[in-house]
């Protein structure tokens, strides 16, 4: 009892920021710098909701994070899964320093390489379109160290009948073993759109431009850059939560799994 | 065949990890502002950094933000996992409100923080029901890297309890019902078998901590608009190369960070790696 008590307590931490500027989005400029704050706004006031997006391009950010992520979500799929197969079910020579190489890029943070990845993009011509809010991120190390794991799951003698049938290994791959990983498939997914949808950083470095901003870029670009209007930066905040929340309440078991299996984001 | 299929995989993850990483190394020894032309300068980049006040500001930064944040989240995460590995009413409903913050954006969560922080804002409100007067947190200098730590150990702590939950799952619970039977109480049990048992899942939570921390960036720059302020008090590591390039055009500076903060970075990976690689047996 005493233990649900703290959970339930712990839960309620975790919850106030969010309720915070739900209520906040819902207060028109003067009320909401009330003090002491009032939770309950006295009326509510949907034209928040509707200003912001008069107010900055919001929906052409939100345009260009779904780009990005469906993007990179997209690559990930495919190159990740082709490569953990060719790790984990093919022969050939060299496989073994690369699987090492995987390994030692688990271990490299983004933000710690943010400089050199910089001048990278301004030398292949990427900054400032969606090739580059795509491409940095189009391989996940972690990606291909969970296909690999996933494929490795899978019985051996499985692909062994298909070659003697005459498959090809790409032909095996693509109709046999592929739609066989479609759980590790799914968290795959999930991690890389989340990468993408939530990342600041790249975009920072990338899009310099206000018509390829992404969500979260724009919305700290807005509050920094133009004025601070908090019902108008917290109804934003509430519609960006709101589709991750969903995502993430439908799919949570694979979010969970995720992190159990790979140990990273 | 298996070339053809890693091949696009590997050409990414070199061009825009290892590749980069090999890069900052050479670029570290030039001076070059991105539009002059580049100059050899030996190790003088290095001299630069290590003779430079600010330098030392945001290891400082850096170190305490790790410090403080790491055994907090790591303890708070174990704290929460442990309660929740017991058979409760709302156990779903609890571990979704935990987890959810780690899923969030970084940056919401930075302009949400922003305003309870605010000198007018939640916080200061809770703190004068109690009759405390609240600072303003962000723009105090002895404030706002605590403020900073504050808001990452409540968004990281469910993403690492989920972590200890996977590794509480694999203790057989026979372990936990024998020692019960020969009357030990749940505290004594939670010492001397849970702790021992999850130590390599600890140890890759304080390490995915540590790299964690150092590479702070995102909350640093919202919050201070970029600068580190107030008085650098928010400049960490990677803040400081974001503005070498972009506010002091010194490539060669960030670059020379940029070695530093890696070979730092994978002599702990490597260094808790070895420790970690040993077996466990139950």
């Not at chain 2, 990414?12 to 502002?33: E, N």
């Not at chain 2, 702590?157 to 996977?166: P, R």
Request: net charge positive; charged share 5%; with cysteine.
């Amino acid at each position: 009892m005493l233990y649900l008590l703290v959970l339930f307590c712990g839960a309620l931490v975790m919850f106030i920021p969010f309720a915070w500027s739900l209520s906040t989005s819902l207060k028109p400029l003067s009320q909401s710098l009330a003090y002491p704050p009032v939770w309950i706004p006295r009326v509510f006031d949907w034209s928040n909701y509707v200003k912001i997006w008069q107010i900055v391009p919001l929906a052409r950010w939100f345009l260009n994070s779904g780009i990005a992520a469906t993007g990179v979500t997209l690559c990930n799929l495919v190159f990740d899964s082709m490569a953990g197969y060719a790790l984990a079910r093919l022969q050939f020579r060299g496989k073994q320093f690369l699987f090492i190489g995987v390994l030692a890029m688990l271990m490299v943070p983004f933000q710690a390489v943010m400089l050199p990845v910089y001048i990278l993009l301004r030398y292949l011509g990427l900054l400032d379109n969606y090739f580059g809010l795509i491409i940095p991120l189009a391989v996940q190390a972690v990606g291909v160290f969970l296909m690999r794991q996933a494929f490795l799951n899978l019985p051996a003698d499985l692909e062994s009948a298909a070659r003697i049938d005459g498959a090809g290994s790409f032909r095996t791959f693509w109709q046999l073993s592929v739609p066989l990983v479609a759980p590790s498939l799914l968290t795959l997914g999930l991690i890389s759109f989340m990468l993408s949808w939530n990342n600041f950083l790249l975009p920072l470095l990338v899009a310099n431009r206000e018509h390829l901003w992404t969500v979260p870029l724009g919305i700290v670009m807005f509050q920094q850059e133009y004025f601070v209007n908090w019902p108008y930066l917290m109804a934003a905040a509430v519609m960006t939560t709101i589709p991750v929340a969903v995502i993430f309440l439908i799919f949570q078991k694979w979010f969970v799994r995720g992190i159990a299996t790979t140990g990273m984001n | 065949m298996g070339i053809a299929m890693s091949l696009p995989a590997m050409i990414v993850l070199f061009l825009f990890t290892l590749g980069p990483a090999i890069y900052a190394f050479f670029l570290s020894f030039f001076s070059w502002s991105l539009l002059n032309k580049m100059q050899y300068v030996g190790l003088s980049n290095f001299g630069f950094i290590f003779t430079s006040p600010l330098f030392w500001t945001a290891v400082f930064n850096t170190a305490s933000f790790a410090l403080v944040v790491v055994p907090t989240q790591t303890l708070v995460a174990l704290g929460i996992a442990v309660l929740l590995n017991q058979n409760l009413p709302a156990r779903g409903f609890l571990r979704l409100a935990f987890f959810f913050p780690a899923v969030s954006s970084s940056a919401v969560i930075s302009i949400i923080f922003m305003w309870i922080y605010n000198k007018f804002g939640l916080l200061n409100g809770a703190l004068g029901v109690l009759g405390i007067p609240g600072p303003n947190w962000l723009a105090n200098p002895f404030f706002a890297l605590k403020a900073i730590m504050m808001m990452n150990i409540w968004t990281t702590s469910g993403y690492f309890m989920v972590v200890f939950l996977a590794g509480l799952q694999a203790i057989p619970q026979e372990i936990h019902d024998a020692a019960w039977v020969d009357g030990a109480g749940s505290w004594y049990r939670f010492t001397r078998i849970t702790v021992p048992l999850l130590k390599p899942t600890t140890f890759f939570v304080a390490i995915m901590g540590v790299i964690g921390t150092m590479q702070m960036f995102d909350q640093a720059f919202i919050i201070s608009g970029g600068t580190g302020g107030p008085l650098n008090s928010t400049t960490t590591l990677v803040l400081l190369i974001y503005q070498y390039i972009f506010s002091y055009g010194q490539v060669g500076y960030g670059a020379a960070v940029t070695v530093i903060l890696f070979v730092f970075t994978m002599a702990v990976t490597l260094g808790v790696n070895k420790w970690l690689g040993k077996p466990i047996e139950y």
